[in-house]
């Protein structure tokens, strides 16, 4: 992809504290763990996972103005992601702290941190110039700190005639499907996993709100829906280590593919191939 098809990323970036117990954890006790600290943030590992394929990709977010703000930002720069990073002088930077079990699920313990006051103006007109699409982490609207901005950045992109594309990244915290889906009506793509596509199709045609859904099913495999029907492609055979980021390394691998001009079955298996990767070792962003 070229400087003309950059691929804007909004969404949350910080660290993220990787805690694998080792057994079961003793509450009012000690327990034994691994610890690994990584970079991580929705919006951080969907556009490492892009950069690492070739894409040509900024992530626009907000972080502290503290040691693990200017950790991130060089580590981002190092991955081949271009930043505009607004500095927040009085909040900490995003930090999640994630428990993972024997089979590889995980537990968030999240703090969006400088990342929930994202404001619009964090958006600079003139990235909209060059770029082609924009994808937008649901955490964004999903707190009411940053949700006009997201919405904001959303109507701008549309103006300039970007494709557009949201992950609603939590069935926990969508209490009101409506409003979510209100929120994001006229999207290209929907990219939910399927907890979340039951949750929001649950009582509403989902294809009123967004032009196709990619929604991705683990061990399942992944699908597209769109007016003309549904394609299907089975998941890849792996073992899964840390299920970590493994949908922002889908949305990463699809957009990727269907950017390029793939269709929906080639860009589900680019999804489902960056997601495989991803669960096979420990961490969100590529090793």
Not at 41 to 69: C, E, H, K, P
Not at 142 to 161: F, N
Not at 253 to 265: F, V
């Amino acid at each position: 992809m070229t400087a003309a098809a950059t691929v804007l990323v909004v969404g949350d970036t910080g660290l993220d504290v990787m805690v694998a117990p080792d057994g079961d954890v003793v509450y009012g006790g000690d327990t034994r763990a691994q610890i690994r600290v990584t970079m991580g943030g929705a919006g951080a590992n969907t556009a490492t996972w892009l950069a690492s394929q070739g894409t040509d990709v900024v992530l626009v977010s907000r972080i502290g103005d503290d040691m693990a703000g200017r950790q991130v930002l060089q580590n981002l720069k190092a991955a081949g992601v271009r930043c505009e990073l607004a500095v927040d002088p009085s909040a900490a930077t995003c930090c999640v702290v994630i428990m993972v079990d024997e089979s590889g699920q995980r537990t968030m313990l999240p703090d969006h941190g400088a990342g929930a006051w994202l404001q619009p103006g964090d958006l600079r007109p003139e990235l909209l110039e060059t770029a082609r699409h924009m994808h937008l982490s649901g955490y964004v609207l999903l707190d009411a700190a940053s949700r006009d901005a997201g919405l904001a950045m959303l109507q701008a992109a549309r103006e300039r005639g970007l494709t557009t594309s949201v992950d609603p990244q939590s069935t926990a915290l969508i209490d009101d499907p409506g409003a979510f889906l209100g929120w994001i009506k006229g999207i290209d793509l929907l990219l939910p996993n399927e907890d979340e596509l039951a949750h929001l199709s649950a009582g509403h045609d989902l294809l009123d709100y967004a032009g196709a859904v990619a929604a991705t099913a683990g061990a399942a495999g992944a699908s597209w829906i769109d007016r003309t029907g549904t394609v299907s492609v089975a998941a890849e055979q792996v073992s899964c280590v840390d299920s970590t980021g493994a949908g922002d390394a889908f949305n990463a691998g699809l957009l990727t593919a269907w950017l390029a001009g793939a269709a929906p079955a080639s860009a589900l298996r680019s999804g489902v191939s960056a997601a495989t990767k991803a669960v096979a070792g420990i961490g969100a962003i590529p090793a």
